[in-house]
């Protein structure tokens, strides 16, 4: 018999009330700013509070279901979460809908570098009431999400878009350094150009398009001012104003290296031409995506432990989840992965056709190759500065090859059954899970 798969889709709205802190790029104290509070453990340093939203920043929840499956995805305009948020979120969920328990929530940022400072990196704490409002519209967006299931049937395709540059260069004593923009013969380390689309049509016609992309959502930079949810929010609307109805869920891929070619601009010129070339390219995609012809719904979840990079006394914790419809396969890691990882889990796991999403669950800073340790430089070496907790680089070398190596036995359901139940250790809670 046919499996069924339903989807069901919502939104809130998470934009900061004007005056909160924005995340990344503080600037530097001035003697005119004698009233203005420091970034904790940084006392030259003010956050960016923006006193008004270019755009407002969204919560898109998606929730899968078969018979024998649930799992709820919802990919929000923030740089990334915070593991505090992840299980606050995912208890307000279980209270309203018993069935998406746990780690069946995942959660992922768009890594917007204007909206609300949820790495607590820039003045920010889990505990201020904005962050708790912000939790409490995610979690009923999903429980809004579970509402509205109704059977789907999935539609998947593939373009490439050469709308990025890899930002790490090589010197010639081999040390790494950055390059902000795309530099014809300069910037000629790898990339995923592959732009992937999942279509999932109701009765009605398209009811979500999921698009996958790989880039640092940077368009904008230190000079801008308002909060913003950068070219994915952008891409988004001209998406839903391309299929009335549905709702455009962006993901981002393993962007920890990786930069659209023009970014960090203080007005939004290049924000609105990176999303709209984004959103034909999802169009265009859309349009002409095949129907996938098994919707059996399978999800695996697995946490792993790591020594801190500065500590070994402290243990860093990834969750990893692996998705599939059929034989197209999702895999989800926290933190910023370098896109050689990205390269190398599709690779593996052809012929099936595979994207790897990247800023989910609780963070783990930047996730370079071993070969990017040696290197050095930005998203390798450690910010002293950083509390341990939340260090821009906590993974020691050898980690983002041993999760890929996990993720992709996940993905192809190695070591353990397909659909057989077994208990899981989530952050205190022990609950069964796939």
């Known amino acids: 018999m046919q499996a069924i798969l339903k989807a069901g889709t919502a939104q809130?709205?998470?934009?900061?009330?004007?005056?909160?802190?924005?995340?990344?790029?503080?600037?530097?104290?001035?003697?005119?700013?004698?009233?203005?509070?420091?970034?904790?453990?940084?006392?030259?340093?003010?956050?960016?509070?923006?006193?008004?939203?270019?755009?407002?920043?969204?919560?898109?929840?998606?929730?899968?279901?078969?018979?024998?499956?649930?799992?709820?995805?919802?990919?929000?305009?923030?740089?990334?979460?915070d593991r505090v948020d992840v299980d606050r979120i995912r208890a307000m969920t279980t209270k309203r809908v018993r069935e998406l328990s746990g780690c069946r929530v995942i959660l992922a940022g768009t890594h917007t570098h204007s909206g609300a400072d949820t790495l607590y990196l820039f003045g920010n704490e889990p505990s201020d009431p904005v962050i708790h409002e912000m939790d409490a519209a995610i979690a009923a967006a999903i429980e809004e999400a579970y509402n509205d299931l109704e059977e789907v049937t999935p539609y998947v395709g593939r373009t490439d878009l050469h709308l990025t540059h890899n930002r790490r260069v090589r010197d010639e004593d081999g040390k790494a350094r950055m390059a902000m923009e795309y530099e014809e013969g300069i910037t000629?380390?790898?990339?995923?150009?592959?732009?992937?689309?999942?279509?999932?049509?109701?009765?009605?016609?398209?009811?979500?398009?999921?698009?996958?992309?790989?880039?640092?959502?940077?368009?904008?930079?230190?000079?801008?001012?308002?909060?913003?949810?950068?070219?994915?929010?952008?891409a988004c609307r001209h998406i839903e104003e391309a299929f009335p109805g549905a709702l455009a869920i962006f993901?981002?891929?393993?962007?920890?290296?990786?930069?659209?070619?023009?970014?960090?601009?203080?007005?939004?010129?290049?924000?609105?031409?990176?999303?709209?070339?984004?959103?034909?390219?999802?169009?265009?995609?859309?349009?002409?995506?095949?129907?996938?012809?098994?919707?059996?719904?399978?999800?695996?979840?697995r946490i792993l432990t790591f020594p801190h990079v500065r500590d070994p006394c402290i243990q860093v914790k990834p969750e990893i989840h692996a998705v599939r419809i059929g034989r197209f396969a999702v895999g989800f890691v926290p933190g910023e992965f370098f896109?050689?990882?990205?390269?190398?889990?599709?690779?593996?796991?052809?012929?099936?056709?595979?994207?790897?999403?990247?800023y989910c669950g609780g963070w783990t800073g930047y996730v370079p190759t071993c070969a990017d340790y040696e290197a050095g430089g930005y998203g390798v070496t450690e910010d002293t500065a950083d509390p341990l907790e939340r260090s821009r680089t906590s993974l020691p070398p050898g980690a983002g090859e041993q999760i890929i190596d996990e993720l992709v036995g996940l993905a192809q359901g190695t070591g353990t059954e397909w659909g057989q139940d077994r208990p899981i250790q989530c952050t205190g809670m022990s609950f069964t899970g796939h």
Do not use: W
Request: with cysteine.
């Open 12 to 81: 809130a709205d998470i934009t900061p009330p004007p005056g909160s802190i924005m995340a990344c790029f503080p600037r530097r104290r001035t003697p005119h700013d004698p009233g203005n509070p420091s970034i904790p453990g940084k006392p030259d340093r003010i956050p960016r509070c923006p006193g008004r939203a270019h755009d407002r920043l969204k919560a898109r929840a998606l929730v899968l279901a078969s018979e024998s499956e649930i799992v709820a995805l919802c990919v929000c305009d923030v740089p990334h979460f």
């Open 188 to 234: 000629t380390g790898p990339v995923d150009p592959e732009l992937f689309v999942l279509r999932l049509d109701s009765a009605r016609g398209a009811k979500a398009i999921l698009f996958n992309y790989t880039a640092h959502a940077l368009t904008l930079g230190p000079a801008n001012t308002e909060f913003s949810a950068d070219y994915p929010g952008e």
């Open 251 to 301: 993901t981002n891929g393993a962007a920890g290296n990786v930069h659209p070619r023009q970014c960090m601009r203080g007005d939004f010129e290049v924000m609105e031409k990176t999303g709209k070339d984004l959103a034909e390219g999802v169009m265009r995609t859309a349009g002409k995506a095949r129907c996938l012809p098994q919707l059996n719904l399978v999800h695996e979840s």
């Open 339 to 358: 896109v050689e990882f990205q390269l190398a889990f599709k690779k593996r796991l052809r012929p099936d056709p595979a994207v790897l999403v990247g």
